[in-house]
């Protein structure tokens, strides 16, 4: 009994960093493999890849209006369904795209090639374009790449900002995120937080012109910068935050 045991648990152990491994270079699960540029694309059918490709250079010129440019080779998976999204991603599953940051690999959850849409696996706020997902996701290759270790002392707000300020998009309303902003309200809705950090960001950038760099340097009270924004929004009106539209 104790040799089957043993057995038992050995083979546990061996699956786990199976899995473990599969997860974090999950190229076998995805039929097609296509090289595109310093971008290799898995997916279970070619049938949009021209589209793919033309959407895959539209976010590389984007990527290349940001400070920190200077992508490396990196791996992108369309995943064409939530069950496999949350196998490889865990307790991301409801997310709408998570990055390996050290192997470059990027994994998108449900996928529409044909309506360029990604769906994540969670009740409102659910949908946004594959274009706005992978921006966000490669920025934060682009700042793992830059601050190396140092990233991790950069606050929360300031990196997810910036890459929603790159994505030019966010999953939740503009109008009503100006208007639950205006008000104070609290709401700790992820998709209202990201709007918010984008708000932020685009503020210092775009009124403020201020570049990452200094945004990462300066030591911000954000009582203060939300109550510098609302001024900014009574006298001038929203902000525009499709930056680079």
């Known amino acids: 009994m104790i040799k089957k045991e043993k057995l038992f648990y050995a083979g546990l152990f061996v699956v786990g960093i199976l899995y473990l491994g599969f997860t974090f270079y999950p190229t076998a699960i995805f039929r097609d493999t296509v090289e595109h540029k310093n971008y290799c694309l898995h997916m279970n059918t070619q049938t949009h890849i021209e589209e793919i490709k033309s959407l895959i250079d539209s976010v590389d010129n984007h990527l290349r209006t940001s400070e920190l440019y200077s992508p490396p080779h990196m ?100 109008e009503r995120g100006f208007e639950k902003f205006k008000r104070g309200e609290i709401d700790k809705n992820p998709s209202y937080l990201y709007f918010k950090y984008r708000l932020y960001v685009t503020y210092l950038m775009d009124i403020r012109h201020m570049s990452f760099k200094e945004i990462v340097d300066t030591p911000f009270n954000r009582k203060e910068l939300e109550d510098e924004i609302k001024r900014h929004l009574q006298t001038h009106g929203p902000i525009y935050l499709a930056h680079g539209k």
């Open 75 to 174: 791996h992108i998976a369309f995943c064409d369904n939530h069950i496999t999204y949350g196998l490889l991603t865990h307790i991301s599953y409801s997310s709408f795209g998570v990055t390996q940051l050290l192997s470059n690999f990027i994994i998108l959850s449900k996928t529409d090639l044909e309506q360029k849409t990604i769906i994540a696996n969670k009740k409102g706020n659910n949908q946004r374009s594959i274009q706005s997902v992978l921006l966000h996701e490669i920025t934060h290759i682009l700042i793992n790449n830059h601050y190396g270790m140092e990233q991790f002392s950069i606050n929360e707000w300031k990196k997810e900002g910036y890459c929603e300020y790159m994505a030019q998009d966010s999953s939740f309303d503009i």
